[in-house]
């Protein structure tokens, strides 16, 4: 009855069958084990039956027993495809894009920069002129200059080539012999060279005498020669003409050939060697002195010149090739072979341009005690127009110039000096210097627009000043216009990387002391006084000591103090003309010495070898200064683009979980294409294009290399990545992997069971 009564609780209704016999006896098991009743159901089974086989195995319809497992195998299943499909999803939402990048080209192209040369090559052209109607006692030919020349060169051990050609002009008729190379242990099949005489232009008739020593005059010679350096005529029609000019024969009785601005291309000199009796052609000035000063003077152009002793030539002709050997020595010793060699070029690294070719002058007018009528103000626009736009002009080959400035109330000095009855005025000196800046001035301006401006140095000018000298060195029209689009692209695209990069900024004060403190003087070395009453720090700038007294005559002084009494009692007084000419000439004297191109850099050489250079002008830097600069600033550009491609290179080998964006991949691309052109542009000598190429690449490189995505990643080590996902995994893969264990190992030992079943039944 009990077992009736459980059997109608479980399965009200069923009738006992062979099918539900096994899944009755289990559950009537399950459910009486309380009340200990032993429940025997009796049912139509086959003989071999036993009662343990039914109460475990399952039977299909037909009666056949049935291999355990089923949900077992579904369980593990589900697991499994959960494991399977989860894996690669959660790979794939992790996992850190990188665009694939020539590991091996960065590689070649690091190792190739430490093997090639990147100073790119000088040329000098030596013109001597004989003095006419008169005859050496012995004739000087133009291989016989060339071989004096070129064993001097030799002796200087330079690190670069340079090519040399000496030209012989004798009342109008040339002959000239070129070297192809000249370089430190190294020799030049100079016999084969030559070329007889042809017709030129006299050089013997200039508008003042060559001997003059006035600055007006020399200015006027170094106009004149460079209108000069504009004629081709024979001396250039092998090398110049054929690689930078167009050439083109023009009638006349003289049959010459010119070119145009041979002398404005980059890179390539000439010297004039011109003797002293020459007569000029109008000598407004009678009372100019015609002594003959032996040494060697330098324009703002790509030329130099010397006057030479014609009688006592006439009587030794080897004191004259002493003489051009020791001119050509000295004018490449103190500037047309500035920062030729290898540690020169490795010196760029301290120029005050940033790795995205961007420079910006910050000037600031410090009222250091400002009251009534002491409070100075500028109009810096008008100053900026006048005198700052053309030094951006001139820089522009060589960096990206902007300009700010600002004017600064309560600024005093930290030191403030002492009298001097010596100097009659208060003194700083030498050493107190380094403490003269005050670091509560606040220098640092608005800077953080400057990525978006260019300014007048920036795109616009920089890219028409590039211009303007590859108009004057390129072949022919086509390959202008080729060229040109060259060097606007690679500006191109060094601006737009270079817009990610901070630019250097090079602070220019001008510092107005108290008025109970002036006149205020600086001291340098013995106690003498600066010659400008200033000082510069290398990379930051400079500063300069206005007394606003001094820089204005009595006239000038009256004047302005007529109009202060016009004027309210707080208003600003503006700066005169005469300051605004000192503030521009410290300016440019302290760039030039920030940029080391300044004449003091090589004042000892240039002392010894009794050189004189001529001052720029309003333009701040003369024409061979800038090339220097292209010289410097295009090989280390290249070798540095070079050498963070190979860094980069290195850290993405060596960090496989560094995630890059897709631009990185494309900077490199870019950086390691101008990396190349920049390398057949210095082999061509074609410093523009050069400089262009290798700036670009560099700014792609630091950019690639700077970028955000990359420097957030470098200090991210393996230890963090168990620190995130261990608290995740740990806690949820742990019971899974329990619970798959253990299905499965429950599923092995029932299919044994059932095998075992199975054989005894048989």
């Given at each position: 009855m009990i077992n009736s009564r459980c059997n109608e609780r479980l399965w009200p209704g069923a009738q006992p069958a062979a099918v539900a016999a096994p899944r009755a006896g289990l559950r009537l098991s399950l459910c009486c084990t309380t009340c200990l009743i032993s429940i025997e159901h009796r049912t139509s089974l086959p003989q071999y039956t036993s009662q343990a086989d039914e109460e475990i195995w399952e039977y299909d319809h037909t009666g056949v027993m049935k291999a355990p497992g089923t949900k077992r195998l579904a369980v593990i299943a589900s697991t499994l495809v959960y494991i399977i499909l989860g894996v690669p999803v959660w790979w794939y939402t992790t996992s850190l894009h990188r665009p694939p990048l020539p590991h091996s080209e960065l590689a070649a192209a690091a190792a190739a920069s430490q093997q090639r040369s990147a100073v790119l090559p000088v040329a000098l052209d030596v013109v001597l002129a004989l003095p006419s109607g008169q005859q050496l006692s012995s004739p000087v030919s133009a291989k016989e200059v060339l071989q004096s020349i070129q064993h001097a060169v030799k002796q200087q051990h330079l690190e670069v080539q340079v090519q040399l050609s000496v030209t012989v002009n004798a009342a109008g008729k040339c002959s000239r012999c070129a070297a192809a190379t000249v370089k430190a242990g190294s020799s030049a099949d100079i016999g084969r060279q030559c070329q007889q005489q042809q017709p030129c232009s006299d050089l013997?008739?200039?508008?003042?005498?060559?001997?003059?020593?006035?600055?007006?005059?020399?200015?006027?010679?170094?106009?004149?020669?460079?209108?000069?350096?504009?004629?081709?005529?024979?001396?250039?029609?092998?090398?110049?003409?054929?690689?930078?000019?167009?050439?083109?024969?023009?009638?006349?009785?003289?049959?010459?050939?010119?070119?145009?601005?041979?002398?404005?291309?980059?890179?390539?000199?000439?010297?004039?060697?011109?003797?002293?009796?020459?007569?000029?052609?109008?000598?407004?000035?009678?009372?100019?002195?015609?002594?003959?000063?032996?040494?060697?003077?330098?324009?703002?152009?790509?030329?130099?010149?010397?006057?030479?002793?014609?009688?006592?030539?006439?009587?030794?002709?080897?004191?004259?090739?002493?003489?051009?050997?020791?001119a050509a020595v000295q004018v490449f010793d103190c500037c047309f072979a500035l920062?030729?060699?290898?540690?020169?070029?490795?010196?760029?690294?301290?120029?005050?341009?940033?790795?995205?070719?961007?420079?910006?002058?910050?000037?600031?007018?410090?009222?250091?005690?400002?009251?009534?009528?002491?409070?100075?103000?500028?109009?810096?626009?008008?100053?900026?127009?006048?005198?700052?736009?053309?030094?951006?002009?001139?820089?522009?080959?060589?960096?990206?110039?902007?300009?700010?400035?600002?004017?600064?109330?309560?600024?005093?000095?930290?030191?403030?000096?002492?009298?001097?009855?010596?100097?009659?005025?208060?003194?700083?000196?030498?050493?107190?210097?380094?403490?003269?800046?005050?670091?509560?001035?606040?220098?640092?301006?608005?800077?953080?627009?400057?990525?978006?401006?260019?300014?007048?140095?920036?795109?616009?000018?920089?890219?028409?000043?590039?211009?303007?000298?590859?108009?004057?060195?390129?072949?022919?029209?086509?390959?202008?216009?080729?060229?040109?689009?060259?060097?606007?692209?690679?500006?191109?695209?060094?601006?737009?990387?270079?817009?990610?990069?901070?630019?250097?900024?090079?602070?220019?004060?001008?510092?107005i002391p108290p008025k109970r403190n002036r006149p205020l003087l600086l001291l340098g070395p013995k106690a003498k006084q600066r010659d400008s009453n200033s000082f510069w720090i290398p990379s930051w700038g400079g500063l300069s000591v206005l007394n606003p007294e001094e820089a204005l005559d009595a006239a000038v002084q009256q004047q302005t103090a007529s109009q202060s009494s016009n004027r309210v009692s707080w208003e600003p007084v503006k700066l005169h003309t005469r300051q605004y000419q000192q503030i521009a000439a410290v300016a440019n004297a302290q760039l030039q010495a920030l940029f080391g191109v300044s004449p003091t850099a090589s004042s000892a050489v240039a002392a010894a070898?009794?050189?004189?250079?001529?001052?720029?002008?309003?333009?701040?830097?003369?024409?061979?200064?800038?090339?220097?600069?292209?010289?410097?600033?295009?090989?280390?550009?290249?070798?540095?683009?070079?050498?963070?491609?190979?860094?980069?290179?290195?850290?993405?080998?060596?960090?496989?979980?560094?995630?890059?964006?897709?631009?990185?991949?494309?900077?490199?691309?870019?950086?390691?294409?101008?990396?190349?052109?920049?390398?057949?542009?210095?082999?061509?000598?074609?410093?523009?294009?050069?400089?262009?190429?290798?700036?670009?690449?560099?700014?792609?490189?630091?950019?690639?290399?700077?970028?955000?995505?990359?420097l957030a990643q470098l200090n991210f080590p393996e230890s963090h990545k168990l620190g995130v996902y261990m608290p995740l995994f740990l806690p949820v893969s742990v019971p899974i992997l329990q619970g798959l264990i253990r299905q499965v190992a429950h599923y092995v030992s029932r299919h044994r069971e059932f095998r075992a079943t199975q054989l005894s039944r048989q």
């Open positions: 013997l008739h200039m508008p003042v005498p060559i001997s003059s020593t006035n600055e007006k005059s020399q200015q006027q010679i170094d106009e004149w020669l460079s209108q000069q350096d504009s004629h081709c005529q024979l001396l250039q029609l092998g090398d110049h003409c054929q690689n930078h000019q167009q050439q083109e024969q023009v009638s006349g009785t003289n049959q010459s050939f010119k070119c145009s601005a041979v002398g404005s291309i980059p890179g390539r000199y000439v010297l004039y060697l011109l003797p002293a009796t020459s007569k000029p052609a109008e000598q407004p000035n009678s009372q100019e002195g015609s002594t003959v000063e032996n040494h060697a003077i330098v324009g703002k152009h790509r030329h130099a010149w010397m006057a030479y002793d014609a009688e006592k030539t006439l009587k030794e002709p080897q004191v004259l090739l002493d003489a051009a050997a020791a920062h030729t060699s290898k540690a020169a070029v490795n010196a760029a690294a301290d120029l005050p341009i940033s790795a995205g070719g961007h420079t910006h002058l910050s000037f600031s007018l410090l009222n250091a005690e400002p009251s009534a009528g002491e409070q100075y103000a500028w109009h810096f626009e008008a100053f900026e127009r006048r005198y700052l736009a053309f030094v951006a002009a001139r820089l522009a080959p060589v960096t990206q110039v902007s300009v700010e400035s600002q004017v600064l109330l309560y600024t005093p000095a930290r030191t403030h000096g002492s009298w001097s009855d010596k100097h009659s005025a208060y003194v700083v000196k030498q050493a107190e210097l380094p403490f003269f800046i005050d670091s509560d001035w606040s220098l640092e301006s608005g800077r953080a627009v400057l990525q978006q401006d260019c300014g007048f140095g920036g795109c616009t000018k920089r890219t028409q000043g590039a211009q303007t000298s590859s108009e004057t060195a390129g072949a022919d029209s086509s390959k202008h216009t080729v060229q040109q689009s060259s060097i606007q692209a690679a500006l191109d695209d060094q601006s737009r990387s270079a817009a990610a990069l901070p630019p250097h900024v090079l602070h220019f004060l001008v510092y070898a009794k050189v004189q250079q001529l001052p720029a002008g309003l333009a701040g830097f003369s024409d061979w200064q800038v090339d220097a600069l292209l010289r410097q600033r295009a090989g280390y550009d290249v070798t540095e683009a070079a050498r963070v491609l190979g860094s980069l290179s290195k850290l993405v080998l060596e960090l496989p979980n560094l995630e890059m964006p897709d631009v990185i991949g494309q900077q490199v691309q870019q950086a390691l294409s101008y990396i190349n052109t920049a390398w057949q542009h210095i082999a061509a000598g074609d410093y523009h294009a050069a400089a262009a190429a290798a700036g670009a690449a560099r700014a792609a490189a630091e950019a690639a290399f700077s970028h955000p995505a990359v």
